[in-house]
């Protein structure tokens, strides 16, 4: 597996290109991208917002008061089958539905819930991430959105999404597609409640 660190004190324009590069905008700084092969095979590239350990600069430069530390790591690796592949506690399965197959997502909600802490940290971790990675809201003395929502996309070449959709409804959740591409959005805090688990489920053909 490549590991694609990009963890650091960052600010401004460099912030918001490292989080294009991941795949994220400013509030789904998590995200799982697919990209499957037709034999089921794929590559994911995950990314998710931390507050890591002290970076090189804090180390390097002395009389500095450090105040916030944040960023976003993003990974990427192979895998043989979408089929049982997990995020944690949250995992995929797939099955042949006539001519069509369907995937399937299940997201356990909950506080015991373990997935949404792989892509974003809990509130108050994800503040002060958030007063780094999104210095305008700072500035403007609001909370920052960056890391508020996880993001899954799925993109099957050669395939087309003929159905799709989420067995939850809820402001912030929202499943959408377009030609080979099905895209989930989830409110993480919303996922850190006690609730039924959430099913996404896409039909390809």
Do not use: C, N, Y
């Given at each position: 597996m490549n590991r694609t660190p990009v963890r650091c004190l960052l600010t401004g324009a460099l912030a918001a290109a490292l989080a294009f590069a991941a795949g994220c905008d400013e509030t789904d700084a998590g995200s799982v991208k697919i990209k499957l092969k037709p034999d089921g095979a794929g590559a994911v590239t995950a990314a998710c917002l931390t507050v890591p350990a002290a970076g090189p600069a804090e180390t390097a430069m002395p009389g500095v008061t450090w105040q916030a530390r944040g960023g976003v790591i993003a990974s990427t690796g192979e895998f043989a089958s979408l089929n049982g592949l997990k995020i944690a506690d949250a995992a995929f399965s797939t099955f042949k539905e006539g001519e069509a197959t369907v995937t399937v997502?299940?997201?356990?909600?909950?506080?015991?819930?373990?997935?949404?802490?792989?892509?974003?940290?809990?509130?108050?971790?994800?503040?002060?991430?958030?007063?780094?990675?999104?210095?305008?809201?700072?500035?403007?003395?609001?909370?920052?959105?960056?890391?508020?929502?996880?993001?899954?996309?799925?993109?099957w070449p050669g395939k087309r999404v003929v159905s799709h959709g989420a067995d939850a409804k809820k402001r912030g959740l929202s499943s959408d597609a377009e030609r080979d591409t099905a895209t989930l959005i989830v409110p993480l805090d919303w996922m850190r409640t006690d609730g039924e688990p959430v099913e996404w489920r896409v039909t390809w053909e």
């Open positions: 997502l299940r997201l356990p909600r909950g506080a015991a819930a373990q997935w949404p802490g792989v892509l974003s940290v809990p509130a108050a971790a994800r503040d002060q991430a958030g007063r780094i990675l999104d210095p305008d809201a700072a500035d403007q003395k609001r909370t920052s959105k960056i890391g508020t929502t996880g993001k899954f996309e799925i993109h």
